[in-house]
């Protein structure tokens, strides 16, 4: 039997390596991320904004960090990605999340990175967002899907 007070249950859970600089590489996670949200049924709005999610936080630690890890967890009412850097770490986090602030390398910006709407775009297309910087440790940006009420 499951209370009511115990956490959500955990559907699936999946953990991504992301390498710094690899721009072989970006965008692989957000794929797979997608391909396992399409396996479960999730519904098209879900796969869809957590793919935004998931491959602008990827490009972020590929563009401008030492690398790390992403999580997916999918649990009965939420989609979680969790994505964990080791640094160098964002000093100003609400200046990196207005809209248009960038510090994308001219190598970045002549591929088409650096618009500077990342940030804002994980948070719209998210129901929860945080952010967790140390300089000199790394970033930690959670954020989350609901996938609604479930009706009893
Ligand atoms: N994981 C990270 N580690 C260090 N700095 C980051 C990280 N993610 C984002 N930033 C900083 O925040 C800025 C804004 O990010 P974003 O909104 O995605 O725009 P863009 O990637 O186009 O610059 C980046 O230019 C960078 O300075
Ligand atoms: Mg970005």
């Given at each position: ?107 970045a910006?002549?591929?088409?990175f650096g ?38």
């Amino acid at each position: 039997m499951t209370s009511p007070q115990a956490p959500p249950a955990l559907r699936l859970r999946r953990i991504y390596e992301v390498a710094p600089r690899d721009l072989d590489r970006a965008g692989t996670v957000s794929t797979e991320v997608r391909r396992e949200l399409l396996a479960l049924g999730m519904s098209p709005d879900v796969v869809r904004r957590a793919s935004v999610v998931c491959f602008e936080g990827e490009m972020n630690m590929v563009l401008y960090s030492e690398g790390g890890r992403i999580i997916l967890l999918v649990k009965e009412d939420r989609v979680e990605l969790l994505f964990s850097d080791r640094g160098p770490g964002i000093a100003d986090v609400d200046l990196a999340s207005q809209p248009g602030y960038s510090t994308a390398p001219d190598w970045a910006r002549e591929l088409g990175f650096g618009a500077g709407l990342g940030i804002t775009n994980m948070e719209q297309n998210s129901d929860l967002f945080k952010i967790r910087s140390r300089v000199g440790k790394g970033t930690v940006v959670r954020a989350t899907i609901l996938l609604g009420v479930p009706f009893f």
